[in-house]
Each structure stands twice: as C-alpha cells, then as structure tokens.
C-alpha cells in the first residue's frame, strides 16, 4: 500500500509515521499511569504489535537518512516492549537490532551482510557520522547491551560502550583502570539527549541505569563462582546501590550475604541477609540462608526459629510467578539469570523445611519436637502431590526410609515405643522385596569392600548393588529400633526376636567373613552394618542378661567385642558377662585392656570416624553400659584381693 | 492359542482423509455410555452408544493431537498441534445442545459443530507435545531448548474459581540423546506417550483416581521398578515413552529440582528424579500394564471388575514390533525385575489393555491380542521347565480379523459386564468388538434377536469386506510387483548373456545440428533400439551422462558432468525411439568438446515395491549430475549399454554446397591452389616462421592470425589402413572422408572428390580443414617417403584445438590398428629423426619452464606470447607417421 505512494511521497509518510508513533507512545504513557496490573499488561502486549507493525511499514520502503531517527526511535520502542512483554529472561539475538543496524548502512551506502553483530556495530559507529543519528544508535546501543548482559555477554558489552564513549568523547574512558572497566565505561557514557519529537517508551536514563545495576551484579555473581570473594563483595555493594526493584535488592543482599558467610563473616553474612528480608520479606532464600548461618554459628535456638519461620512463610504463599509492574518495561530481573543465581536462590520446599526443623532438633535433643516435626513430615508425605518432596541432588532430605527411621528413632527417645515400632515396621515390609536373600551376595558385597577398578564397569549393576546394600541397612536398622523398643517396653523376648532377625538379616550379607579390617577401607554402608551388628549383638546379650542366661548373652557380647574390640560398651558388657559367670579373672584382664587404652584416645578415633547416620544415634546411647563404676568399683576390689594374695 | 471369540459392530463412520487415518493421533476413549473420538483432524466426536447418534462435534483451531477426558466434573481435554491445550466443559455442551435442539435425535448427524475457541486455551504453549491427567492434575510434557520438560499442573477445584491453572513443579530432563533440533516441534511423526502408574497404597486414600490408561502397579514391582524411595512416598509414577524408544520413569511427587529464579533453572544439580528404565531403540507407540496371574481361584469371577487387583506386569510397545515386559519375579530367593523383550509383526498402530493378561494390539492388516499368562497357560511341564522366569518365552497372537484400525480402546460397560473393544478403522469406521464368544446362540431366539442376529451378520460382512480389499489390494501390489521383477530380470539376462557381440538393447549416439530456437546448435540424439524379444516396460529409466574430457583446455579443469534421465514408458522389441538432448550454447562451457557420452539403463527397485516416487524430479535428486551413473546408494538396476565420445569432427557444421569452391578440384592434391601451396611450403620449409604463413591466410578475422596445426601420415599407412587403392580415389579425399565418416552433415564429400573443407564449430567459429599429399625427401635414405599431411587451421586456439585432438584420436586408433598387423617400417636416417627429436624436446622444456615461472606483470604477457609460439611450433612437427 505504502509502495504504491511511492519515494515522492515521503515526506508525507514520515509525518505520518511520526505521529503514529508519538500517538502510541501518548497512549502508553496514559495507560501505565492508571489502570490495574492485568489492564497493564495487555495494553503492553497491544502496543508490541502497534509499534511490530509501524516497523514492518517503515521497513517496507528502502532505508533513507531522514526516516532513520524515527525508524530507529520505533525500533527502540518495539523492542521494549517485546522485552516487557515477554516477562520472562531474554534470550537469544536481537534480531531486530542487527537489522537496523543493516538499515542504517544500506542509506549510507555501505554494505555489511555478512558481519557478526559485534563487528556491525564497530562499523556503524565508526563509518555513519551523520549529527541526526548519533542519538538514536547511542540508544538503540544501550538496549543491545541489555540484550548481551542478558546472555553473559559482558566482554561484547565492553566493546561496544568502549565504541561508544570513544565516538562520542576519547579519553574519558581510560581514567578509571583499576576500577572494574565495564562498570566504569557505564557510567562514563554520556546518555544522548531525548528529543520530545521521537518520545521513548522508556527514559535512556533509566536504561542507563538498570544496565549499571545489572553489569555490576552479574560480574559480582561470577566473581562469587570464581571465588574471588572480596572483588564479589565489592560488585555487589556496588549493585545494591544502583537501580532496582525491591525484589532484585533483596536477591543481591541475599548474594552479599552468601558472599560474606563464605568468606567466614558469619555476623556479617546475617546482617546482609536481614537487610535483604527488610527489603522484601518475600525472599525467603534469605531465610534459609539465615537459618544456615545460625547453624553454623551453633546457635540452635535462633536457627530453628527461622527454620519455622520460614516454613510458615512458605505455608502462607505458594510459589506463585512474581508479579512484576509494568512500569519499567526493562528490568534488571530480566538480565540477571545465572544458574548460580538459581542454586543461591534455590526455593526450599515446605517438606524439605520440615525436615530440616525435625532433624536439627533430633540432633540437638529436642525430642519432644523433633518428634512433632517428623509426624508433621510424615503426614506431609501422605498429602497429595501439591506437596511436593524433591528427592534430588540438592535437596535437604535423605533418603526417604532414614527419614522414617529418624522418625522412630525421635519416637522412641520420647518414650513412644509402640509407634516407633510402627513406624519401622514400615520400613521393614518396604525393604523386604528389594533385598536378596542369596548367599552369593557374599561375593557381590566383597566386592566394593576392597575397591577393585572393575568396579566402575558396571554402574548399574553395582548402583543396584548399594541399593540392596542400602535397603538391608534399613531393614537392619529397623529391626535393631524394634529390638530396643521391646526392650524398653520390658518385653524381653519380642525383643530378642527382632535382635535375631537384624543378626539374621545381617548375616545374609556374610560381611564378616573375611575377619577383621581397618575400618578405612570399608564402605560407609559396611561401616553402618558392622555398628548395627554390634548394637543390635549388645542389645540381645543385655537381654539374655535380663532373662539370665548368661552363657547365650557372653556369646554375644565376645561377639560383639570381636567386631569392635575397642568399643568400651562392647569390653564393658563383656567384663560384666564374664563377672557374671564368676569367670573374674578374664574380666579383669579385659577390663585392664580397657583401662589402658586412654579414654582421650578412644574418644579421638570415634571423632575420626565417619559420623554415623543420625537414626543410629539413640540405639548408641541405650548401648552404653549403664553400671561402669559399680563394674569397676567391684574389678579394681577383686584385682586388689588376687593382687595381694600372691604377695601375702 | 485360544480363540478369541468375538462379534464385531460398526457404530458410526467419521471423514477421514484421502489415504485413510494415519495412526498416532487418532484417539478413542469410552466412558459410560459416551464415546470420545478424534481422528486426527481437527474435530473431535462425542458419540452416544446408546442411542447410537453423533451427539456432539468440537472444531478446534488446529489438528488434534490428543484428547483426554476429565469425568467429574465432565470436560475433555484437548491438545492441539502448535498451540496447547483446551479445555471444553461436556456439561455446559449439552445443556446448550437441549436448548437448541429438541428432535434432532434421529437424524443421525448432530445439530451443530461447535467451535472450540482460543478462550478455551488453558495452557497455551506451542512445545506442547502430550499430557495426562491424573485426578485434578494435569501432567504436560513438552519439548524446548533442547530438553523435555514434564510439567505438572492442579486444576481449579469445581467450587474455586480464581487462580486457574497453578503450576505446582516441573522438571527438565534429557534423556539420551538430544531431541530433535527441529524448532519446537516434536521431531518425528511420533508423540511422546505418557501413562500413570499409580502403587497399590495411594488408591486406597484417593476416591475415584482418574487417569485414562492409567493402571495401579502392584507391589514388589513398583519399588522394584521405581525404588524404595517413590514406593514410601507413594508417589504416582508417570511413564514416559519417547519417540526414539527410551522409556523413563517420573515420580510425580518428587518431580521439582527447584522453581525457576528469572526463569532460569538451576541446572547444577545434574540428577533430576528421571529414571531410565529401558531403550526399546524405536518409536514407542503404547505403554500398558496387565495382570498376569491370577488371584486365588474364587477371586476369578471377580477379576473383570476393575480395580479389583492391581497390574503385576508393565509392556511397552515399539512401532516396529518391539515389546518389552517387566515383570516381578519371585521364583528365586531375590525378587528382580525379570524384563523381555519381544518381537510382534509391525509395524504396530496402535494397542491397548484390558484388566486381563492380554494385549491387544493393531497392525495394518490385523488386530491380535497376546496373552502373558504364562503361568496358567504351562500344561506342558516340558515348557516349565525349559525356560526359567515368570514371563512367556514366546508369544502367540490371536488374531481377531480386523484391519488398519488406527485407534483402540478397551471399555467395559458396566450394564453388559463384558468389555469390549472400541475401534477406529483407517476408514474412518468406529466399532465395537465383543471379547465374549457368543456361544450361547442357537437357542431359541425371538424375532427381536433375530433381528439383532441378522444386524450382526450384515456388519460382519461388512467388515470381512472391508479386510478383503484391503487383502486384494496387497495381493495386487505384490503381482504387480512380481511381474514387473520378471520382466527386469528378462531384460537385465539379456543384455548381460550378449556382453561380447552386439547388444539386444542399443542406444546409438550421433551429433546433429538442429534449429533450436532460431539458433543453429549442435544436439545429441540417442537411438535407443530394442531388437531384444522383451519389450522395456515402464519403470525403466534410459540415462545419458555426458562427461567431459579430464583433458579439456583449462589446465585445472575437473571431470564434470551431467545426466540426462529419460523414463521409458514403453519401448516394444522392435520398436525404436529417438531422444535428443540439445549440447548447449558457448556460454555452457561445461560441456567442452570432446565429450564422453555413456549411456545406461536404469530400474528403481522402489518402484517394484510401490514406494517410489513416479516424478522424475526425483529421479533427477537420485541421479545427481557429477557422479557415475553406477554407485552404491542407488536402490536399483544399472545395465551399461554404450559409452562413446562426441569430438569436434563430428560436430563440425558444412554449408550446403561444398564449403570453398576453389578448393573443390577433384584434381590430383599436389597442385593445389597457389595460397596454399604457398603456405604449406613455407611452413614445411620454415617451421619456425609459421608465422608469417599465418599472416597470408588471415583476411577477415581481425587481427588475430589463425591457429594452425599440422600432422604427417604417410601415404602407404593410410592406404592400408583405409584399403583403398590409387586407382579409386585421390588418396587425400579418401583420408578427408575417412575423418569425417561419424559427420552426419559431410555426406556431400562422399559424392566429390574434396581435400579441403571449411565449417562451422559449434560454438560458431571457423574451422579449415585441408588433407593432400606430400613427399617428404630428407627421412629415408631409400628415397622420399609419400606421406599425406592434414593441415588444420581456425582463428579460434580452442577450435584448433580440438580439431586437433579430434583427427589426433582417429590417427592414434588407426596407428594402433595397424601397429597390431604389424607392418615394418622402411629404412629411415635415424640421425635426422634424433635431430627432429632432440628440437622437440628441447621446446617441451621451454614449455615447461615457461610454465613453471609464474608470469610477472609485463613480462607476463611477454611470456603467454612465447608460451604459444613454442605451442604453434609443437603443434607442427615434421614428423611422419608411419
């Protein structure tokens, strides 16, 4: 239609154009002042069309000096509002960009088909002097490097500002050197005049600005990967004084305080942090972030306290997309998106906060709540998928039978013996399909204990393995809970029951076969059954004790201390077994072992030691032996006696 | 295997495209008393099977690619090609339709077709390649930067309006290979198929699952298949099949990483909950479970009643037949998962399970169901022991005599207790299959059931005669197929058994000029002549290639060719047919003269099987121009016929009257006009001053002399080798008609005794051609020697040229001849022969050093002139050829 006016008519049509296009930018302007959020957001995806189509005609007619500046004002408003309507990251080249660019070449008269978009603008910038120009491109040059820091792009970026400040003013760039260059060329690029002819959707000093904002956090984000944390923390600040939404303060607040507990800032770190959920209490990273501060400074109280906190805050608003105003059509939100961004800002899940509540408070003793806090995740696993328990790599939770086992374990340290049973019933009727009763598993199981390199050759087949492996210790593990549940509740023989079955279960495995090795070698799988055995051996001699026979518990107990002879539990029932027997004077060789070997050391070697998992920790107090001093108090009595009678 | 009774019933007929419905995309699903039925277009039917109408038709914007139906409150789901998915409330329809039309019961079409507008767009996005639902989620899959992504979504609940369709997680996964780069789209005709496996604890809590396909997997197979993890959870699995055979397991309850931060993902964590559990290594078409075992004898009755049991048993179905099956096995002290695979004949439509342990499944030709109770079916204790494990061996299909049917489901009625087989044929037919056998029939029958029996036998004719055309058009296609083999072979046996002598099947090749387009040119035309008994059918391709020669004039030329593929629609023995193929204009310079012209018969074997394609476009793309015309890729026949050369004596044009009327004399050659004569003395005399004999004979070609070139043959060789005798003619006329014997146009040379000719080449210039006798005095010492010198001469280089490779080829093959008859030569003085020789040799190296010195500015001209001098006196030697 435009065609057929022809090139004579273009004075006519460049009217025209202009007055279309300041009509839209009027309508915008209207629009964003009034006007609820959702109205907002169609008026933005009706204008991208407007300004698309007012393009599309101005490109219909071959490029010429005087329609430039509109054309490239045009674009420049097109492509913010593709950005704003977008409401998501940017990816990708700007295609729109590159072809302006060949626009503005083809009305000066050169060519530059096949140049990348780099060397397009080195050229235009470079080769087109024309006064009308410069402000348009100076724009137009800005929203490119939106569009390159969105990709990471910051050494694109430098180049084209160094273009651009040397066009406009050589010298001025070069003051700063030691400061970080991109930023420094950011702020020495002089922001061409907006003429109220070509009226911008958006101010180019707004631009300016956000563009600041966002060089600043994104190299401080990868300074922060890099690990250079003082340099990261410095880009940061600088970032947290530029432009930006709430929620983008809260987000680099959020990262200073990474930044500073990394470098071993704790008190720093949680001042960052606050700040960041003074900024916006939406954040809730911050928080969880918090909550990893307080345990790292051991103070358990405040750490739980934002762990609930945080898991109240998470209940209160479900991870909805963030509604963002459309005010500003470019947003820094939208350049900043690095998967280490994502990872610090990883959203924990409802479940996984509760978890983490349930175990910082079985760890710590709070057994009462703990034990609240993992019924509460319990029933949280029974609601429907709205609840969802991430289960991969970055997750907070285990595997999802120890949590079970952790369940029990908190059940039965707060006197709740019959649940506790329960609960690791359930883990025991789940385990039973998935472990193979064959003997020669034996091999199997050797196997990985003496690290072989053909042990990677099968990956499958040998992560099938450790889950066998995986699943007998859970079953082991419950049948051990079991055991001293019945213990506890008096039942003597239900509890040796559920003792043999552990045993029995345990040697399917045949771990034990090849004797006694140093414990390094083993796997920590091999380890935790070697533990288990132990206590679920303790635990059923302590039983037979009970009953009184006495002969079946000293089985157990020199069972027990073949595994781990220098267990001081494991010696010290052994002692008492044989004290029993009236066999005192093997006791008391055993209990002069036990002596000798400093307690300090003992000690030591359990802290070198892997730490074992946390739903072992109860059966590892009830396996201490209770009456040390009155055994050592009678030994030491005999020993004198046997020790004078050959001097008297 | 046993029968599987069953009654077939056509219930309606939907359009379907020329070519009939393509399996993938078509969709049929029974709920209650309604049938969903979409045939991959964009309608989707809702068909009554009560009343047996057409109750409703939904147009949607774009080809439906899946339907899914959400039965409280009633809504379908529907994915469209590149646009998402729409939701159409069934409830709110139908209440419109009652208000709109009262009686239109009985015409058996609906009152309307309702547009499905873009309003109804709940989830608008064109990567959108499947979903399922499950109760109120809806479970999508699709496919972006390189990676699928599986997102799950809750429906508003009935009594909540607000916040419509919240995203609750999603997953990005990848397995194997990358998917395919094409855009967004999926990247094969194959979707992604997508099924919910549920374990046995969460029906219990959850009223009325809902999830079409679904099953409930029993244990131990769900943590065997799942792991301990999914299996405490109790977590819905959701299985995915992959267009390239990988099939992954999702827990839906484990399904987030992390919700996107400014919509990037953290892509650290490298182990998204995505489990492969098997590659079938082709296009997944069908994921199902079946219950294999039985349960205790008095559950048998009940076990039709679904959800009674769970499924122990999970198939999977590949589009070229490939099956695998997972199934507990328990036998052993260690529970495994025992995995088969099998092998079905493809390829595979489509297939579905009922509650029991069969499968049935859709080829083109057939539906058959196999049955993987295996442990039930072992009378033979033989069987038992032979194989271990809890899966069938084998399998053996029973087939149900239906054919092409593109979409199946299992429903079971609840009024009937029987379930039954919904089918959409290729035809666009839907019907019904009863699995029961009516075995209860000849009993006393009412009219009513005799109407009903006659009803069923009209439709089973209906269907028998469906399956027999189909049948008769494969039997057709296969004695077409057969046929046109037979007469291959005939043609291929004799060209092959007659490779010695001359072939049955010819294709002679002569240069001709011809007015094309008001322009003289030079074509080529192939007689292809069948004097064999077998008459070339259709299908046979004739293709010419011409190739010129590697020693064309550009130094760094290559071989290039071109083919020429002309189709033989039918050529009967005896018959010939001429074709013409025009040699191109100077400007084509990619045919230069002399040109190798092969010619060759070719048979697609594709076409046999009526895959290929009858355009000869696509012969062209098969015959690409610069390669042999036997190679390899090509799926087909090649038989060789002929291969000659076309050079510049054949295409050299004559004006109708003899060219120079004063070269015309039949006299005897020695007095030959005195230009001439001139010229030849000089150059005979003085070889290195040819040029200024060049000089003379330049009138009217500007300022460029004409390029000459000169060979010796002596008379008594010729004479031999042309056997002709002195008497008969001049014996320079002779050799003159000798060289332009393959010259269609120098036929008026045989009627005139001529020695010289002048004519046109085809790139218009002018050629000299100039034969006569001469006696050469210094070679023998026994007296001069009679030779005949052929002198060319052409103000064009390259004309001269290959003039001159042209009578040098004749000369070559005639001395070879000749050579093998072995005549002796006569005395010669050897000394003035290693002088000639010496000069020679001494000018190739002038040559090549000339050559080899890359030419600088000036002196590069400088060096081009003496370049062609050396050139000009090579060209004449004072040699003879004996």
């Known amino acids: 239609m435009k065609r057929r006016r022809g090139a004579a008519s273009e004075p006519g049509c460049l009217r025209a154009w202009a007055a279309e296009s300041q009509a839209l930018a009027g309508r915008w302007q209207a629009a964003r002042c009034s006007g609820p959020d959702g109205a907002a957001a169609r008026e933005v995806r009706l204008q991208r069309s407007g300004f698309g189509e007012l393009l599309l005609r101005m490109r219909g007619l071959p490029a010429a000096l005087p329609t430039l500046p509109l054309e490239l004002t045009v674009l420049y408003n097109s492509l913010l509002f593709t950005m704003g309507a977008s409401n998501s990251a940017i990816e990708g080249e700007a295609e729109g960009i590159h072809q302006g660019l060949l626009r503005v070449l083809e009305a000066c008269g050169a060519c530059g088909q096949d140049l990348s978009t780099e060397e397009l603008w080195q050229k235009v910038l470079q080769e087109v002097t024309a006064e009308e120009l410069q402000a348009p491109l100076h724009r137009l040059g800005a929203l490119q490097a939106a569009w390159w820091l969105a990709a990471s792009r910051l050494g694109s970026t430098a180049g084209l500002f160094r273009l651009l400040s040397n066009a406009e003013d050589p010298g001025t760039a070069r003051c700063s050197k030691a400061e970080n260059e991109l930023l420094s060329l950011l702020k020495a690029w002089r922001v061409p005049a907006e003429g109220a002819s070509l009226p911008l959707v958006q101010s180019i000093e707004d631009l300016k600005e956000i563009l600041c904002t966002a060089a600043a956090f994104l190299q401080g984000l990868q300074e922060l990967e890099a690990g250079n944390f003082p340099t990261a923390l410095s880009l940061l600040q600088e970032a947290a004084g530029g432009f930006c939404s709430k929620s983008v303060l809260a987000q680099i607040y959020t990262c200073l305080g990474c930044c500073a507990q990394r470098m071993g800032k704790p008190q720093t770190a949680l001042q960052h942090l606050k700040r960041a959920l003074q900024v916006d209490f939406q954040c809730l990273p911050a928080l969880s972030h918090v909550a990893a501060v307080y345990h790292e400074l051991g103070e358990t109280d405040a750490e739980l306290q934002a762990l609930a906190l945080l898991y109240e805050a998470l209940g209160k608003n479900p991870p909805a997309a963030a509604s963002s105003s459309p005010y500003f059509l470019i947003r820094t939100e939208l350049l900043v998106h690095t998967p280490i961004l994502a990872s610090l800002l990883r959203r924990r899940h409802p479940s996984e906060v509760k978890y983490l509540l349930a175990q910082r408070c079985l760890q710590d003793g709070r057994v009462a709540d703990a034990v609240e806090h993992y019924l509460d995740f319990l029933a949280l696993l029974q609601e429907g998928l709205q609840q969802q328990v991430p289960l991969d790599g970055g997750s907070a939770l285990p595997r999802i039978p120890e949590v079970f086992l952790e369940a029990a374990s908190a059940l039965e340290q707060a006197g709740r013996y019959q649940d506790a049973i329960t609960v690791c019933e359930e883990v025991i009727s789940r385990t039973t399909d998935l472990i193979p009763q064959m003997l020669r598993e034996e091999e199997r199981l050797e196997q990985p204990e003496c690290p072989s390199p053909e042990a990677g050759l099968a990956g499958g087949l040998l992560s099938q393995k450790k889950e066998s492996l995986c699943c007998l210790t859970w079953r082991a593990a419950g049948y051990l809970h079991q055991g001293w549940a019945w213990a506890e509740l008096g039942q003597s023989k239900e509890a040796i029951t559920q003792f043999s079955r552990c045993l029995g279960d345990l040697l399917r495995a045949q771990l034990y076969g090849s004797g006694v090795e140093p414990t390094e070698n083993l796997l920590p799988e091999v380890e935790v059954l070697q533990k288990i055995r132990l206590l679920s051996l303790i635990g059923r001699g302590v039983q037979f004790l009970e009953l009184g026979r006495h002969k079946e518990a000293l089985l157990d107990f020199q069972h027990g201390w073949q595994i781990s002879p220098g267990d001081p539990a494991a010696t010290s029932y052994l002692v008492q077994a044989l004290w029993k027997l009236n066999r005192k004077q093997e006791a008391a060789a055993h209990w002069q072992k036990l002596s000798q070997s400093c307690p300090g050391e003992d000690r030591e070697q359990e802290g070198q030691g892997r730490p074992f998992p946390l739903y072992l920790v109860s059966c590892l107090k009830q396996a201490t032996f209770p009456h040390s001093e009155s055994l050592a108090r009678s030994i030491q009595d005999y020993l004198r006696t046997t020790n004078q009678d050959p001097l008297s | ?882």
């Open chain 2, 1 to 882: 295997m046993a029968h599987v009774g069953h009654r077939v019933d056509y219930l309606a007929g939907f359009c379907c495209p020329v070519g009939g419905l393509v399996a993938g995309k078509p969709r049929v699903l029974c709920h209650e008393n309604e049938i969903y039925l979409s045939n991959g277009s964009e309608f989707v039917y809702v068909y009554d099977q009560e009343g047996k109408v057409l109750k409703a038709v939904y147009r949607c914007p774009d080809q439906v690619w899946h339907v899914e139906l959400l039965p409280q409150p009633r809504q379908l789901y529907i994915l469209c090609a590149h646009s998402g998915i729409y939701c159409v409330s069934l409830e709110q329809q139908s209440r419109l339709m009652e208000q709109t039309d009262g009686d239109g019961q009985e015409s058996n079409c609906p009152s309307g077709v309702f547009p499905v507008d873009s309003d109804a767009c709940i989830f608008p996005d064109s990567s959108l390649c499947m979903f399922t639902l499950l109760n109120n989620f809806v479970i999508t899959l699709s496919q972006a930067h390189g990676k699928w992504w599986m997102k799950l979504h809750e429906l508003p609940r009935p009594d909540e309006e607000s916040p419509p369709y919240r995203q609750v997680s999603e997953v990005g996964f990848c397995p194997g290979p990358q998917p395919g780069d094409e855009g967004d789209g999926p990247p094969s005709r194959f979707l992604p198929v997508l099924c919910c496996a549920s374990s046995p604890g969460a029906v219990g809590s959850g009223e009325g699952l809902w999830c079409s396909g679904g099953f409930v997997l029993e244990e131990p197979l769900f943590s065997l298949l799942f792991g301990i993890d999914a299996a405490m959870l109790e977590s819905p699995m959701i299985l995915c099949g992959f267009p390239d055979g990988q099939l992954c397991s999702v827990p839906l309850k484990a399904l987030s990483s992390s919700p996107a931060v400014n919509g990037c993902h953290d892509v650290s964590n490298q182990d998204p909950p995505v489990k492969i559990l098997h590659h079938l290594e082709e296009p997944i078409v069908f994921i199902g479970a079946l219950r294999t075992e039985r349960r205790a004898a008095e559950d048998a009755e009940d076990e039709q009643l679904f959800g009674d049991a769970g499924c122990d048993c999970v198939v999977a179905v590949g589009h070229y037949g490939k099956m695998v099956a997972v199934k507990a096995d328990q036998r052993e002290e260690a529970t495994v998962p025992e995995l088969r695979e099998y092998y079905l004949r493809g390829p595979i439509l489509c297939a579905a399970c009922g509650s029991g342990s069969r499968m049935y499944y859709s080829t083109h030709s057939d539906i058959s169901a196999v049955d993987l109770d295996w442990v039930g079916d072992s009378s033979d204790p033989e069987d038992a022991e032979s194989c271990t494990g809890v899966l069938p061996p084998v399998l053996s299909p029973a087939s149900l005599s239906i054919c092409s049917v593109v979409a199946l489901s299992l429903s079971s009625r609840a009024s009937e207790g029987e379930s039954e087989l919904l089918a959409l044929s290729a035809k666009g037919r839907l019907m019904t299959c009863d699995l029961c056998s009516p075995e209860d029939a000849d009993v006393g029958l009412t009219p009513a059931e005799v109407g009903r029996r006659i009803k069923e036998l009209l439709s089973g004719i209906g269907n028998t005669s469906e399956r027999v055309s189909f049948l008769k058009k494969a039997v057709d296609q296969k004695n077409r197929a057969l046929a046109s083999l037979n007469q291959v072979m005939n043609v291929s046996a004799a060209l092959l058994s007659s490779q010695e002598g001359q072939k049955p099947i010819a294709c002679t090749v002569t240069a001709n000029w011809s007015c094309l387009l008001l322009q003289d040119s030079v074509t080529i035309s192939c007689l292809l002549e069948n004097c064999s008994e077998y008459s070339l059918e259709e299908g046979w391709t004739l293709c010419v290639q011409l190739l010129a020669s590697p020693c064309a004039l550009e130094e760094e030329s290559v071989d290039s060719a071109t083919t020429f593929t002309f189709p033989i629609n039918q050529l009967l023995p005896g018959n010939k047919r001429e074709l013409t193929l025009p040699l191109g204009s100077a400007a084509d310079t990619k045919l230069d003269l002399p040109l190798t012209i092969s010619c060759a018969l070719y048979y697609s074997l594709r076409d046999i099987l009526g895959s290929g394609s009858d355009s000869s476009e696509a012969l062209d793309d098969l015959l690409p121009d610069d390669s042999p015309i036997l190679s390899p890729d090509r799926e087909g026949i090649c038989l060789p016929l002929s291969e000659c050369t076309i050079d510049m004596l054949q295409c050299l044009c004559f004006e109708s009257n003899p060219p120079r009327p004063d070269a015309s004399p039949p006299a005897a050659a020695p007095p030959d006009p005195v230009e001439t004569f001139l010229k030849a003395s000089r150059e005979q005399t003085e070889p290195e001053g040819a040029k200024a004999g060049e000089l003379l004979d330049a009138p009217g070609e500007g300022n460029l002399p004409p390029s000459a070139a000169s060979i010796r043959v002596s008379s008594e060789l010729l004479k031999n080798a042309l056997k002709t005798s002195s008497s008969d003619v001049p014996l320079s006329c002779a050799t003159l008609r000798w060289l332009l014997a393959e010259n269609a146009g120098a036929e008026a040379l045989s009627s005139e005794e001529v020695a010289s000719v002048r004519g046109t080449a085809p790139d218009g210039g002018e050629v000299q051609l100039l034969v006569r006798e001469v006696a050469m005095n210094d070679l023998s010492p026994a007296g001069p020697i009679q030779a005949v010198e052929i002198l060319m001469e052409s103000p064009s280089l390259a004309d001269m040229c290959r003039m001159h490779h042209a009578v040098i080829r004749r000369i070559q093959a005639l001395v070879l001849e000749q050579a093998a008859q072995g005549s002796g030569p006569p005395d010669l003085r050897m000394q003035y022969l290693r002088q000639i020789q010496a000069n020679h040799e001494m000018l190739l190296k002038e040559a090549q050093t000339l050559r080899d010195r890359p030419p600088l500015g000036e002196e590069g001209a400088a060096t081009a002139e003496k370049l062609l001098h050396v050139y000009r006196q090579l060209r004449n030697p004072s040699l003879v050829l004996l």
